[in-house]
């Protein structure tokens, strides 16, 4: 299902993602901010679908204008433990340990937490870190 809520009007093209990190201080006051900031979680990803045909809003933050678009949480590609990754089931996410700087976006990326629900969408490979082989699938969160 989609969510409603305003991006900077160089940023409201549909299919560009962002993280949404929380609200900034100018938000706290903005009489926009139930709309804008109150509809997404912070630390997760968002990606925008569509772009509402109305008129864009004063912001102080985006270079002086935001517009209302149509956002869901995207599939993340993540590794996971082999024995989890069956296409179509619910596992609980917990993040593999990795060293490897190059590889933590596998590993802990951004938009999901240690914990979350998740829906196994599609198997995509293997990457092997610290002497153990994963499986790198691409999941969806599932919202409580």
């Given at each position: 299902?989609?969510?409603?809520?305003?991006?900077?009007?160089?940023?409201?093209?549909?299919?560009?993602?962002?993280?949404?990190?929380?609200?900034?201080e100018p938000c706290k006051?903005?009489?926009?901010?139930?709309?804008?900031?109150?509809?997404?979680?912070?630390?997760?990803?968002?990606?925008?679908?569509r772009?509402?045909?109305?008129?864009?809003?004063?912001?102080?933050?985006?270079?002086?204008?935001?517009?209302?678009?149509?956002?869901?949480?995207?599939?993340?590609?993540?590794?996971?433990?082999?024995?989890?990754?069956?296409?179509?089931?619910v596992?609980?996410?917990?993040?593999?340990?990795?060293?490897?700087?190059?590889?933590i976006?596998?590993?802990?990326?951004?938009?999901?937490?240690?914990?979350?629900?998740?829906?196994?969408?599609?198997?995509?490979?293997?990457?092997?870190?610290?002497g153990r082989?994963?499986?790198?699938?691409?999941v969806?969160?599932?919202?409580?």
């Open positions: 299902m989609a969510i409603i809520t305003l991006v900077g009007e160089k940023l409201a093209r549909p299919g560009v993602e962002f993280i949404y990190y929380g609200p900034a006051t903005c009489k926009l901010a139930g709309v804008c900031v109150g509809n997404l979680e912070p630390g997760r990803r968002y990606k925008i679908l772009v509402r045909s109305m008129p864009s809003h004063s912001c102080p933050l985006h270079e002086g204008k935001v517009r209302v678009v149509e956002v869901v949480e995207p599939s993340i590609e993540v590794a996971v433990e082999p024995r989890l990754a069956i296409a179509g089931s596992i609980k996410l917990h993040f593999g340990d990795c060293d490897d700087p190059e590889k976006d596998l590993f802990k990326p951004e938009g999901l937490f240690e914990g979350d629900s998740v829906k196994v969408i599609e198997v995509l490979g293997d990457v092997e870190c610290n082989t994963y499986k790198v699938v691409k969806m969160r599932k919202k409580d």
